[in-house]
């Protein structure tokens, strides 16, 4: 709301503002204690900070001012609205302002975590493993093309929408698996950024223009892989692989809400990525084991790298051919591909040929471990090598 008043290319003001009003909250609460509704407090608090920049400021004085003289208003009439509903269209055109294809995919993460979603620097560098000085420098480069190319809060018009939806969908489908697949020890943050896209998301399929098929799509994907979000990981923070999750700790609300969108995405005649993928985690969270289920899933994969081809894609469908067919066709399918520098690559060849050639299990494993670099991988895959030791000292 504060970038609409002073345009987004004043957004660091609007951060100083922002922080500035939470610094005074701590100083207040502290002493007063929280105050009866303490979200209009912080609101009010921003209003009046707002407007004391607006009354000495240049940005007053060169820019809206003049507006304000041409409307024969005063600064203390002007209007900041901070209804609910206000503040979610806010959200959503900064949403496609933070998207502009002049920033880089990275970086648009990171603007929709700090801006957004209010996550520090330091939250932001463990996200992305990295540190605060390079997430700082990433941020500055960001906000300065916003400015460079004149970037306007809004939502594009009704022949623009479509085109510029996918690109906010992917930074939202990125910002998930920043938090589903990310290398970080810290479960909180991961599970953080996850609720943190779907919220996002569910902005977009709340508004008449962007509550297009694949934007319902994306969430019900998002919805599947959060119903098993607190089964694939333990409590030392180590991946659990799917064969071996405790079902029980699926959330059957969040399956059904999932099941929800992927039928509201149904409408119309266009099939994404996203319904793909979303009809794959689907029959993900169908608990049974049955040659049905791996087929379908096989038939979707298939459908899927016919519609965007991805190397990880190809990867994880040799694993529903494994389980559709037999570990044999999938260790064939796999070794074409190929991906010699990948981690996921050598750990899924070494669940195929686990029982098959459980000498060449242990390879892959060990090739894994080399190329992986979260503890939480290292962990997984070293107990593997273990466990395939143990089956060769059997035979």
Request: proline share 2%.
């Amino acid at each position: 709301m504060l970038c609409k008043l002073f345009g987004i290319e004043h957004i660091e003001v609007a951060e100083d503002i922002a922080s500035d009003t939470f610094l005074t909250a701590s100083e207040t609460w502290g002493l007063k204690g929280i105050p009866p509704n303490p979200t209009a407090w912080l609101y009010n608090v921003a209003k009046n900070k707002a407007k004391n920049h607006l009354k000495r400021n240049s940005i007053f004085e060169n820019k809206i001012s003049v507006e304000l003289k041409r409307a024969k208003t005063r600064v203390n009439d002007v209007e900041i609205n901070l209804s609910e509903q206000n503040i979610n269209d806010s959200q959503l055109q900064m949403m496609f302002a933070i998207c502009h294809p002049s920033i880089p995919a990275e970086a648009q993460i990171g603007l929709s975590l700090r801006i957004l979603c209010g996550f520090g620097i330091e939250e932001i560098a463990d996200a992305f493993l990295s540190n605060k000085e390079t997430i700082n420098k990433r941020l500055f480069r960001a906000k300065e093309k916003l400015r460079t190319e004149k970037v306007e809060m809004g939502l594009p018009n009704l022949s623009q929408i479509n085109e510029r939806l996918e690109a906010v969908l992917r930074t939202l489908y990125l910002l998930f698996n920043e938090g589903y697949y990310s290398a970080s020890q810290n479960t909180t943050l991961r599970k953080d950024l996850c609720l943190e896209a779907m919220r996002l998301n569910y902005l977009l399929v709340s508004n008449d223009y962007t509550n297009k098929p694949p934007a319902k799509a994306l969430l019900s994907l998002m919805c599947f892989h959060a119903s098993r979000f607190d089964a694939r990981i333990n409590q030392n923070g180590e991946i659990i692989l799917y064969d071996e999750q405790d079902t029980d700790l699926w959330d059957n609300e969040l399956i059904a809400k999932g099941e929800y969108f992927l039928n509201m995405s149904s409408q119309g005649n266009e099939i994404s990525k996203y319904h793909l993928e979303a009809a794959i985690a689907y029959w993900h969270t169908n608990k049974s084991d049955t040659k049905e289920k791996w087929e379908n899933i096989l038939q979707l994969y298939n459908r899927l790298l016919q519609i965007e081809y991805s190397p990880i894609a190809a990867l994880n469908r040799t694993y529903a051919l494994a389980k559709a067919n037999s570990k044999e066709e999938a260790i064939a399918e796999a070794e074409k591909l190929n991906l010699t520098n990948n981690h996921l690559y050598f750990s899924l060849l070494g669940e195929l040929y686990m029982h098959v050639d459980n000498k060449k299990a242990v390879s892959n494993f060990e090739n894994a471990l080399k190329l992986a670099k979260s503890k939480s991988d290292k962990a997984l895959l070293s107990g593997k090598i273990s466990k395939c030791k143990d089956l060769q000292t059997k035979i």
